[in-house]
């Protein structure tokens, strides 16, 4: 029953999924890389909460409407929302944070504080 | 055995509720499952994936979008074949960053292929195709011969 509800349930509004992500650590920063297919940089949100930073998107009304004059064939692709959240490190600049999106992907700039950053030590002589 | 050991009333065996927590398992299961393409463990499909995609008809074209997040335009092969339509590329995962401090990979890494039949022959000369935010859209005109011709007949 809640099954057929669900779907029911999908034709009218976004499916709320999580996107998926790729997380890479580097000398000075982390860079966080989350596939959002077919937003609008407008659609896109980044809230930082104490030390939970959520990403969230929501596709255009245009891409989710069956476009003007054309009939429905074979369909697949489905409205949907992103929502994730990621809890930052102590590590990390929270006011250094940085985001791009591309492609259909976010790409999210995490610099981290200079006292995390690796230090190079000099040998005197 | 007669006897059954008192448990308190809420641990009592209920099949409905056995059922319904099946019911939630699948729910969860699709909904982290089904809109991700392939299955890195899934044997069998292991290193393929493919696109979602949409197909509209209109009386002078065909549209077909598809999602192929984080790929460049020129790495994306589009070619059309009668009635049917190749979607070939591979999304490749850059060298530098290949081996570099991964903390979590999740994003997949692969080559598609996914051949749809039209609703009709195309033009495909005259294929418009465009890349945007992560989404393919083709708008590919159909051929005159293949059109809905209309025949208007006399009544006598």
């Known amino acids: 029953m809640a ?4 779907q029911r349930q999908e034709e009218t509004q976004p499916r709320v999924i999580q996107p998926l992500v790729n997380i890479r650590e580097e000398d000075k920063e982390v860079i966080l890389e989350a596939e959002m297919v077919g937003l609008t940089k407008d659609g896109i949100s980044l809230d930082l909460k104490g030390n939970e930073l959520t990403l969230r998107g929501k596709s ?18 489905c409205p949907l929302e992103y929502v994730r959240t990621f809890v ?13 999106y591309e492609g259909g992907i976010l790409k999210v700039k995490l610099t981290k504080s ?6 190079k030590i000099e040998i005197k002589d | 055995m007669a006897i059954i050991p008192w448990r308190p009333k809420e641990m009592w065996w209920d099949p409905f509720r056995d059922l319904e927590a099946i019911q939630n398992e699948m ?19 292991e290193g393929a994936w493919s696109p979602a995609i ?11 979008k598809a999602d192929i997040p984080g790929m460049k335009k020129d790495e994306i092969d ?12 591979e999304k490749k995962q850059e060298r530098e960053t290949k081996e570099k401090g991964f903390v979590r990979t999740e994003r997949f890494y692969g080559s598609f292929n996914r051949a749809i039949r039209l609703p009709s022959e195309v033009d495909a000369a005259k294929v418009n195709a465009s890349y945007k935010n992560g989404v393919l859209e083709l708008v590919l005109p159909k051929k005159e011969e293949s059109k809905p011709k209309q025949l208007k007949i006399d009544i006598k």
């Open chain 1, 3 to 6: 099954l057929i509800k669900r």
């Open chain 1, 60 to 77: 255009g009304r245009a891409d989710d409407v069956i476009p003007k004059g054309y009939t429905v064939v074979h369909k697949e692709r």
């Open chain 1, 88 to 100: 930052l490190g102590e590590e990390i600049d929270k006011s250094k944070i940085d985001a791009q």
């Open chain 1, 114 to 119: 200079e006292a995390a950053q690796p230090k």
């Open chain 2, 27 to 45: 729910n969860r299961m699709f909904d982290s499952s089904l809109v991700r393409w392939g299955d890195r463990g899934a044997g069998l499909l």
């Open chain 2, 54 to 64: 949409d197909i509209y008809d209109s009386k002078d074209n065909v549209m077909v």
């Open chain 2, 78 to 89: 589009v070619s059309v074949h009668g009635d049917t339509l190749i979607l070939k590329g």
